[in-house]
């Protein structure tokens, strides 16, 4: 049995149970296949108030110390987080949180055989550190802007370099993101692609008819889903209303930005159009996405995005932006479409594309039964089970990454065969602006 310790700030707690979902989802699966434990460290920011005056800190301070989810011990001790230069000393903050943890489960008789960390920075940091102390090999997932954004600042640049390098095997959630950790220094031979998946049983079709009743849905419907933040391109999907007489918008998500939004949709005079949601549970999403006509992501970045997927497999297509993984899910027309540029007019295109011809939503989601959790997470228990016997001096062993490699290139292949050709992919799905 391979005992497993997930390191990372990503991971959902009783008061943010959407935060980092998809973290939580592929260890879920993972431990569901059988031998392994899994142990979370999932460190919050140490904030002392928890009236709902203070926002998402708010909702942080209340998260628990302790908890059980889905049958797996979680713990969430606290670290310091400073305004301003946080960001510069968390590594050591949680580095040294990390260790008082597990200080104290290793005085109860509790040991791990590897450490299964996300986010390179600063958790992924972190997590190297923490296995150079503890003598054990990381594994170390990289999920997004941890390698499209911060490594354009050069300290923590150097550092996701040293983690890079210092762990067992580098993965990413798509080529895209693999690529950047080869190219920042981290051996190609010790890097892995283990794409997000989608839990099909809970995304699945449901009855349309009713779910657009109760939301309301009497016209052509847009459907976006993130936090209300700018690079997620909310305002762009609004501003695209204009565009398109008829067309409504539903908004699920919170955020710094509502104000700004609604503000905007008020300004476009598309208020009437745009309904904001909030938050919405992860479980009542694909009530949602079976309402919708089309799923809208506007982002400027994204690793690999999962709404994507969760909107597919409940027979929604997508039009999305042309940034790093995405078009590695939005590979076939009857997934959707990408959008040209990061722009109004190019969202109103895109949408446009399907209105006119919308693929068959049973074929949407047959497309999207192609991504379901089964190999992606036999893959990532090959992975771990072969770190933790290789053990902190044999943890650079290029033979670790190759069980693992074997599985999700069976896996990739398999979903090639029903994928435009490279090449040919994006010149056919994406939808060239009229000027």
């Not at 909310?234 to 908004?251: F, N, P, S, T, Y």
Request: hydrophobic residues 45%.
């Amino acid at each position: 049995m391979t005992r497993v310790l997930v390191f990372s700030t990503l991971f959902p707690n009783a008061a943010q149970p959407n935060h980092g979902v998809f973290v939580e989802n592929r260890l879920r699966e993972t431990v569901a296949l059988g031998g392994l434990s899994a142990t979370v460290l999932a460190p919050v920011p140490l904030f002392p108030i928890t009236h709902r005056a203070f926002g998402r800190y708010a909702a942080i301070a209340r998260a628990p110390r302790w908890e059980v989810r889905h049958g797996i011990e979680v713990l969430h001790p606290r670290y310091p987080v400073l305004p301003k230069v946080g960001s510069w000393l968390a590594p050591t903050a949680l580095f040294r949180t990390g260790l008082n943890a597990v200080r104290d489960l290793e005085s109860q008789g509790r040991s791990f055989d590897v450490i299964d960390a996300h986010y390179f920075y600063p958790d992924g940091v972190a997590a190297a550190r923490l296995g150079r102390a503890l003598r054990i090999p990381v594994v170390v997932t990289a999920r997004g802007s941890d390698l499209t954004l911060i490594p354009s600042s050069a300290g923590p640049r150097r550092v996701i370099r040293w983690a890079a390098r210092e762990a067992s095997v580098g993965v990413a959630v798509c080529e895209d993101l693999r690529r950047r950790l080869v190219e920042l220094g981290a051996p190609a031979e010790r890097t892995l692609v283990l794409r997000n998946g989608v839990d099909l049983e809970v995304f699945r079709p449901g009855d349309r008819q009713a779910a657009r009743a109760t939301l309301g849905c009497d016209a052509f419907t847009l459907v976006s889903v993130g936090s209300l933040i700018e690079r997620k391109g909310h305002d762009l999907v609004i501003e695209a209303l204009c565009k398109q007489a008829g067309w409504r918008l539903l908004i699920a998500g919170s955020g710094p930005l509502r104000g700004e939004l609604e503000a905007l949709a008020r300004r476009l005079k598309v208020a009437d159009r745009v309904r904001f949601l909030g938050e919405v549970p992860h479980g009542s999403l694909p009530a949602l996405y079976t309402a919708a006509d089309v799923m809208v992501l506007a982002s400027s970045r994204e690793g690999w995005a999962n709404v994507l997927l969760e909107a597919m497999a409940c027979g929604a297509p997508v039009a999305a932006t042309d940034v790093n993984g995405t078009r590695e899910v939005v590979a076939a027309p009857v997934a959707g479409r990408l959008i040209a540029e990061r722009s109004a007019a190019a969202v109103a295109e895109a949408v446009r594309s399907i209105e006119a011809f919308p693929p068959g939503r049973s074929e949407t989601r047959r497309y999207a039964e192609q991504f379901g959790w089964a190999e992606i997470a036999q893959a990532n228990r090959a992975l771990l089970t072969a770190a933790g016997a290789a053990g902190y001096d044999g943890r650079h062993d290029p033979k670790i990454v190759t069980a693992a490699q074997v599985l999700s290139r069976a896996r990739g292949e398999a979903i090639d065969d029903h994928r435009i050709r490279p090449g040919v992919a994006a010149d056919r799905l994406r939808v060239p602006l009229q000027r």
